[in-house]
């Protein structure tokens, strides 16, 4: 579909990770290379990996084995790198995250003053254009609560943005949203798209997928079973599980 924006600089390398929870081994020799500008959607059944092996990324899952490196920083023990890798990767959840007690506008400005130092004054500045971006600036002064699903996830995109992030993970930040306001999320996610975001999407919108993903990744048991661009993915996919997947979903 679109020409990829992709530039030849890595921003995310997975080399081959490994994760158990307890005895149970969830992610299987995963190898994945992400470029800058690069957009991936992740499919696959429930319970294959697929919020783990991104929740990794940011380290809100510690791997056992392999490497993570984000924008050439790896990601290790070391705690300097682990807020390094967080300042540069925004992550997007299915369930909004946003703090219920804080306005819309303070949901933005929390992190920016207090992890980078920001001046109040250029923090806002910086939430309400974002607010713009996604459009519901007139929704700040409210809590999240007072919103509907659609304009909270929209929140939730910009409260990610306010951080100048260079990596957007996106976990089914769709799956819990009525199907009317399904599009309003995916419109802002498509136009950051465009701008020119590094982006790994867990998604099973498939019509995202075609007009977005410069490739899309089928997981299974832990283990990446398939990728390739959308085209080829969709109309020809090569493994028996994909197939199968894919005549469950579309
Ligand atoms: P997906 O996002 O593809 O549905 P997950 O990454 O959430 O898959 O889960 C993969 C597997 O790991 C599932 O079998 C799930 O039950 C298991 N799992 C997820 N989180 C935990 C956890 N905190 N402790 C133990 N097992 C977990
Ligand atoms: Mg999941």
Redesign the pocket.
Known sequence: MSHSQATEKLMVELRDLNKW??E?H?LKNINLEVKQGEKIVIC??????????I?CINRLEEHQKGDIIVNDIPLNEDIKNIEAIRKEVGMVFQHFNLFPHLTVLENCVLAPIWVKKMPRKEAEARAMELLERVKIPDQALKYPGQLSGGQQQRVAIARSLCMNPDVMLF?EPTSALDPEMIKEVLDVMIELANEGMTMLC?THEMGFAKTVADRVIF?DG?QIVEENEPHEFFNNPQHERTQLFLSQIL
Not at 44 to 53: D, I
């Open positions: 929870y307890g149970f969830v696959g059944p429930s319970g294959s990996g697929k919020s783990t092996m929740r976990d867990v997981m832990g």
